[in-house]
């Protein structure tokens, strides 16, 4: 569980690093580039084996990596798109319920069995995340637009099954560190590309405040990948308990650090969101421990 716990708490301090972007001018896009080097480097830092140019590209998980850097950009910008067009609160519930995907995945492909109350945890989670994430304003935007948080449910839905499948399938426990540093490394090199073709355009400026951004950023968002994956390998847990309980008390979390920090106000429909969130960890977490007893 402590595993567990700390992606959640890495995660969720990812959400204080933007909120704060906002305040002190870091410009997302260039510190989400300096985050994806930063963790990259915190993994290799982390990894406590041999590393060589030639051995990391004959790893079984090698490809995968790289297509798992290329998703990171890709929902990223997916992510950042629908928060411009329909708002954060939509951006955050098409990535949360995107619980599903793993959840069924974990059903279907390794036979996971889910009882009664953990199935009434993971309804009641997607519920949480619907109105936790709940604004009252209205939302005018093109008919295309509302494709944006299909696209971000069904791509962030690819990446935690994906990483679950390298997890179980591809990787003993002491390549953790290796494969998130190989996964950031590809998403940063990825992100280089892609500024460097914006700036055909639009020329770069240097801020050293992106720099800074980036650093804040990329060291939880190492750690939140990294303990998830430790989670994942939890011999009693399955991947739709853990998957389930990370997601829905990341947006219960992030929701009261929004209040406490930055005085953020909630609708009733949050506060019910939040309730559900704790109802919904409390049910999937006792189903999960009468499995184990069973």
Same mark, same amino acid.
């Given at each position: 569980?402590?595993?567990?716990?700390?992606?959640?708490?890495?995660?969720?301090?990812?959400?204080?690093?933007? %909120?704060? #972007?906002?305040?002190?001018?870091?410009? !997302?896009? @260039?510190?989400?580039?300096?985050? #994806?080097?930063? =963790?990259?480097?915190?993994?290799?830092?982390?990894?406590?084996?041999?590393?060589?140019?030639?051995?990391?590209?004959?790893?079984?998980?090698?490809?995968?990596?790289?297509?798992?850097?290329?998703?990171?950009? *890709?929902?990223?910008?997916?992510?950042?798109?629908?928060?411009? %067009?329909?708002?954060?609160?939509?951006?955050?519930?098409?990535?949360?319920?995107?619980? !599903?995907?793993?959840?069924?995945?974990?059903?279907?492909?390794? %036979?996971?069995?889910?009882?009664?109350?953990?199935?009434?945890?993971?309804?009641?989670?997607?519920? =949480?995340? #619907?109105?936790?994430?709940?604004?009252?304003?209205?939302?005018?935007?093109?008919?295309?637009?509302?494709?944006?948080?299909?696209?971000?449910?069904?791509?962030?839905?690819?990446?935690? !099954?994906?990483?679950?499948?390298?997890?179980?399938?591809?990787?003993?426990?002491?390549?953790?560190? *290796?494969?998130? =540093?190989?996964?950031?490394?590809?998403?940063?090199?990825?992100?280089?590309? #892609?500024?460097?073709?914006?700036?055909? %355009?639009?020329?770069?400026?240097?801020?050293?405040?992106?720099?800074?951004?980036?650093?804040? *950023?990329?060291?939880?968002?190492?750690?939140?990948?990294?303990?998830?994956?430790?989670?994942?390998?939890?011999?009693?847990?399955?991947?739709?308990?853990? @998957?389930?309980?990370?997601?829905?008390?990341?947006?219960?979390?992030?929701?009261?650090?929004?209040?406490?920090?930055?005085?953020?106000?909630?609708?009733?429909?949050?506060?019910?969101?939040?309730?559900?969130?704790?109802?919904?960890?409390?049910?999937?977490?006792?189903?999960?421990?009468?499995?184990?007893?069973?």
């Amino acid at each position: 569980m402590i595993h567990l716990a700390l992606s959640i708490l890495f995660s969720s301090l990812i959400f204080v690093v933007f %909120k704060l #972007y906002a305040k002190f001018g870091v410009q !997302t896009l @260039f510190a989400i580039i300096v985050n #994806y080097f930063v =963790a990259c480097s915190v993994g290799l830092f982390n990894y406590s084996g041999p590393i060589t140019l030639v051995a990391v590209p004959q790893k079984s998980w090698f490809w995968g990596s790289l297509s798992l850097g290329l998703l990171f950009i *890709l929902i990223f910008n997916l992510m950042a798109a629908t928060s411009q %067009k329909l708002g954060v609160s939509v951006a955050s519930v098409a990535t949360k319920m995107s619980l !599903t995907i793993p959840v069924l995945f974990g059903v279907f492909f390794y %036979k996971e069995i889910l009882g009664i109350l953990e199935i009434i945890g993971i309804i009641l989670a997607l519920l =949480a995340v #619907y109105f936790a994430s709940l604004k009252e304003q209205k939302i005018k935007a093109n008919k295309w637009a509302f494709a944006l948080p299909v696209l971000v449910f069904l791509g962030s839905g690819v990446i935690d !099954t994906s990483i679950k499948y390298f997890q179980d399938a591809h990787m003993p426990e002491e390549e953790y560190a *290796l494969f998130s =540093a190989t996964v950031f490394g590809s998403a940063g090199v990825i992100g280089l590309f #892609y500024i460097g073709l914006k700036s055909t %355009k639009v020329p770069l400026k240097f801020n050293f405040k992106n720099i800074i951004g980036g650093i804040c *950023l990329g060291i939880p968002n190492y750690f939140s990948i990294f303990y998830l994956l430790k989670a994942l390998q939890h011999p009693t847990w399955n991947s739709a308990s853990v @998957f389930t309980i990370n997601n829905v008390a990341i947006v219960m979390f992030s929701t009261l650090l929004g209040i406490i920090l930055f005085k953020e106000r909630l609708t009733p429909k949050n506060w019910l969101g939040i309730v559900l969130a704790v109802c919904s960890i409390i049910m999937v977490a006792f189903g999960q421990h009468l499995t184990m007893l069973i």
